[in-house]
C-alpha cells in the first residue's frame, strides 16, 4: 500500500513536511508504521498550488528517499496547499503515469488502496468513465480510473455525491465479476481551494487516515486549527492527531473540518 499527505493551512515550504517531521512522508516511504507494506519506492509525486489555477506537478518513479530533485525543489517551493505521495504497487507496473497525484484541470487526487481484483474488473470499470474524460487515461492504476470515474459522476460540483456513486457502481462491477478481494479506499482531492478524504472499504480494513496539526516553520495564525490529513501521523505527539473512523470522510475548508459518512 501507499503513504500521503494532504496540508492546508499558511504558507509553508514543501520540505517542511515532506522532510522535516520526526515521521516525514519521506521517512515513511522507508518505514511506514501502520501498513502492511512497510516501504514505499515505487515512486513518488507531489502536486503544489500557487499563484495559478492549476496545480504544480512533480512525479518520479525514483524512491521518494532517493531523488535529489526532489529534496531541492521541496527547500525552494512555498505553497498553502499541497498533496505528496509515495507509492508501493499493487500489482500495476512502475511508470511515471502510473505515480500519483493524478491532476485534471484545477482538481488533483491521490489514493491508497485498491480496487479487489483489479485486472478482472478492469473493463467493467473503465466502462464506467465518460467520453469527456477518458481521453485522459494515461496509466494502468485502479487510483486513476477512480477519479476519472468520479469526474465522470460530477465530482467538480459534488464531490460526496459522486464518491459515493462512484464507489457503489465500483461495487457493483466487483459483485458482477465475483472479485473476492476487498475494495479498501483511503483518498484524499482538492480543487485548490478546499479539500476531501473518504475512509471505506468493503471489508472494514481501510487503510488508516488521520487529521491534525503538525508543527511548521510557518509564524502565522490560520483560521482552522487543522491543517493536515494523513495516512498516519508525521510526529508522534498524539495530542495534535486524530483518526478517522471506518467509512468516514472529511471536508477542509479555511473555515473549520467537517465530518460526513459514506453511506452505500
Known amino acids: 500500500m501507499c503513504r500521503w499527505v494532504a496540508y492546508a493551512g499558511t504558507q509553508i515550504y514543501l520540505e517542511d513536511l515532506l522532510f522535516h517531521q520526526e515521521h516525514s512522508i519521506v521517512k515513511q516511504s522507508l518505514a511506514a508504521t501502520q501498513s502492511s507494506w512497510v516501504t ?33 525543489l521541496a527547500a525552494h517551493i512555498q505553497t498553502k496547499l499541497f498533496f505528496a505521495h509515495v507509492r508501493a504497487t499493487t500489482g500495476t507496473s512502475i511508470s511515471r503515469n502510473n505515480c500519483h497525484p493524478f491532476v485534471w484541470e484545477n482538481w488533483t487526487f491521490m489514493h491508497n488502496g485498491k480496487i479487489g481484483n483489479w485486472h478482472k474488473c478492469r473493463k467493467d470499470i473503465e466502462d464506467l468513465i465518460d467520453h469527456a474524460h477518458y481521453p485522459y487515461r494515461e496509466g494502468t492504476t485502479d487510483s486513476e480510473a477512480l477519479f476519472l470515474v468520479a469526474l465522470s459522476k460530477g465530482l467538480t460540483s459534488n464531490p460526496i455525491l459522486a464518491m459515493n456513486e462512484t464507489l457503489r457502481d465500483i461495487s457493483r462491477v466487483m459483485d458482477k465479476n465475483k ?55 508525521s510526529d508522534f505527539q498524539e495530542s495534535h492527531w486524530f483518526k478517522v473512523d471506518e467509512r468516514n470522510g472529511l471536508h477542509w475548508t479555511e473555515k473549520g473540518l467537517n465530518n460526513f459518512r459514506i453511506n452505500l
Not at 47 to 70: E, M
Open 40 to 72: 514505499n519506492g515505487d515512486g513518488f509525486g507531489v502536486a503544489w498550488y500557487a499563484q495559478k489555477r492549476t496545480p504544480g506537478l512533480f512525479k518520479d518513479i525514483l524512491p521518494a528517499w532517493n531523488d535529489s530533485n526532489l529534496r531541492s
Open 179 to 233: 472479485a473476492v478481494e476487498p475494495m479498501r479506499i483511503s483518498c484524499a482531492l482538492t480543487n485548490g481551494k478546499e479539500m476531501w478524504a473518504f475512509r471505506y472499504s468493503s471489508d472494514d480494513q481501510s487503510p488508516s487516515m488521520y487529521f491534525g496539526s503538525p508543527h511548521t516553520r510557518s509564524h502565522e495564525l490560520s483560521t482552522n486549527p487543522i491543517n493536515t490529513i494523513a495516512s498516519e501521523p
